[in-house]
């Protein structure tokens, strides 16, 4: 039984303080119960920059993409899409033996997704059929493309790894496989200069590295540091953001020449994804519900989000692992146990940006 199919037609009442929601979660000892019926209450009773997208829950969403303020995809080891702006999403693509880890698409039609087991895929038709054009035997975290012939894969067990196609996926080379750790995100501003980071958590050792390639095909270490590094964001080839963590949030002016360190105030966990329109606007999301927000390139980070202040009961549950912009005036986030959270602000339909952001493909959310 998928996460979620027994508490579907639940009958849930709204609450109105903190006291009711814990007592109505647990008076029933079904864990599922439990934790849809905090979301919701806590929904109900507290005022939100974020909407949270009441779906049937899904399993844990490790990636999002939206095209247009209405197409969209979403990854929970199944591919899932929505025609209407997430009010309702189907499944794509389901295989049992293969969880989907990471998906991109550059315009409403062609796409590609990685998976366990080192599967590469790719749509022609916005998802409707999925064909597998490649297998590596490495573990694939995250996957980037410029347009619909170049692109780069990251991942790895113990080593960095990397791939790289010219050709829409039909052959990929490996461009990186000596770093001893493994990748979590990638990120391009244009066919040469491009970013990777990654990060490893033993007992004992931890580590986390920056990658850099000014041809697309040969990757140097920029930087080596103690947290474990999850996201990766670039405005141009000269700034950019990489968090990680314990609260980690590292900023460049000069290409990751030199990297300082910023203050997330009083933040300690762990994050996760970044996301930046130009050199001022920007958020971070991350473990306990947690979005953060810039308007100044990260000088100050206000708290837009957070479970542990909001509602503690949640907190667990609530990890954030992607957010993505649509290219009109929507943020979309995306966690553990199903989360979905909407961030709608008609100011961002004019905001300038320069670049593609992470996850904007070249048509920029024009709809059509």
Same mark, same amino acid.
């Given at each position: 039984?998928?996460?979620?199919?027994?508490?579907?037609?639940?009958?849930?009442?709204?609450?109105?303080?903190?006291?009711?929601?814990?007592?109505?979660?647990?008076?029933?000892?079904?864990?599922?119960?439990?934790?849809?019926?905090?979301?919701?209450?806590?929904?109900?009773?507290?005022?939100?920059?974020?909407?949270?997208?009441?779906?049937?829950?899904?399993?844990?969403?490790?990636?999002?993409?939206?095209?247009?303020?209405?197409?969209?995809?979403?990854?929970?080891?199944?591919?899932?899409?929505?025609?209407?702006?997430?009010?309702?999403?189907?499944?794509?693509? =389901?295989?049992?033996?293969?969880?989907?880890?990471?998906?991109?698409?550059?315009?409403?039609?062609?796409?590609?997704?990685?998976?366990?087991?080192?599967?590469?895929?790719?749509?022609?038709?916005?998802?409707?059929?999925?064909?597998?054009?490649?297998?590596?035997?490495?573990?694939?975290?995250?996957?980037?493309?410029?347009?619909?012939?170049?692109?780069?894969?990251?991942?790895?067990?113990?080593?960095?790894?990397?791939? !790289?196609?010219?050709?829409?996926?039909?052959?990929?080379?490996?461009?990186? @496989?000596?770093?001893?750790?493994?990748?979590?995100?990638? !990120?391009?501003?244009?066919?040469?200069?491009?970013?990777?980071?990654?990060?490893?958590?033993?007992?004992?050792? =931890?580590?986390? *590295? *920056?990658?850099?390639?000014?041809?697309?095909?040969?990757?140097? %270490?920029?930087?080596?540091?103690?947290?474990?590094?999850?996201?990766?964001?670039?405005?141009?080839?000269?700034?950019?953001?990489?968090?990680?963590?314990?609260?980690?949030?590292?900023?460049?002016?000069?290409?990751?020449?030199?990297?300082?360190?910023?203050?997330?105030?009083?933040?300690?966990?762990?994050?996760?994804?970044?996301?930046?329109?130009?050199?001022?606007?920007?958020?971070?999301?991350?473990?306990?519900?947690?979005?953060?927000?810039?308007?100044?390139?990260?000088?100050?980070? %206000?708290?837009? @989000?957070?479970?542990?202040?909001?509602?503690?009961?949640?907190?667990?549950?609530?990890?954030?692992?992607?957010?993505?912009?649509?290219?009109?005036?929507?943020?979309?986030?995306?966690?553990?146990?199903?989360?979905?959270?909407?961030?709608?602000?008609?100011?961002?339909?004019?905001?300038?940006?320069?670049?593609?952001?992470?996850?904007?493909?070249?048509?920029?959310? =024009?709809?059509?």
């Amino acid at each position: 039984m998928r996460f979620g199919a027994k508490i579907a037609k639940a009958n849930i009442t709204t609450c109105t303080n903190t006291k009711e929601i814990k007592e109505n979660a647990q008076n029933n000892s079904d864990y599922n119960f439990q934790y849809i019926v905090l979301r919701r209450c806590s929904c109900a009773c507290l005022p939100r920059l974020w909407q949270w997208i009441d779906v049937p829950p899904f399993e844990d969403l490790v990636d999002v993409q939206f095209v247009n303020s209405k197409l969209g995809w979403i990854a929970d080891g199944w591919i899932r899409k929505t025609n209407d702006g997430g009010e309702n999403f189907q499944v794509q693509y =389901r295989n049992r033996g293969i969880d989907i880890t990471g998906i991109y698409f550059v315009d409403a039609q062609e796409g590609w997704a990685i998976g366990s087991e080192g599967k590469i895929f790719t749509t022609k038709d916005g998802g409707e059929t999925w064909e597998r054009i490649s297998s590596a035997n490495e573990e694939l975290r995250d996957i980037f493309f410029l347009n619909n012939g170049e692109g780069w894969i990251v991942g790895g067990e113990e080593k960095s790894f990397i791939l !790289h196609t010219q050709n829409g996926g039909q052959t990929w080379s490996i461009k990186e @496989r000596n770093f001893t750790v493994p990748l979590k995100k990638v !990120h391009f501003v244009n066919s040469k200069e491009g970013w990777a980071v990654g990060g490893v958590w033993r007992p004992g050792f =931890r580590t986390g *590295i *920056i990658l850099h390639t000014k041809d697309g095909m040969n990757w140097e %270490q920029q930087l080596e540091v103690r947290p474990p590094l999850e996201g990766v964001d670039f405005v141009d080839e000269n700034e950019g953001w990489v968090v990680g963590s314990g609260a980690a949030i590292f900023h460049t002016k000069d290409g990751g020449r030199n990297w300082e360190r910023q203050n997330a105030g009083e933040i300690n966990t762990h994050l996760t994804d970044v996301l930046f329109l130009d050199t001022q606007k920007g958020w971070i999301v991350g473990w306990d519900g947690l979005v953060l927000h810039t308007e100044d390139g990260g000088e100050n980070w %206000q708290i837009q @989000r957070n479970s542990r202040q909001d509602n503690p009961f949640l907190a667990y549950y609530e990890t954030l692992y992607d957010i993505c912009y649509d290219g009109k005036s929507t943020l979309w986030a995306v966690g553990r146990n199903g989360l979905i959270l909407k961030y709608t602000d008609p100011a961002l339909e004019a905001y300038p940006v320069s670049t593609p952001a992470d996850k904007i493909p070249t048509t920029w959310g =024009r709809e059509g």
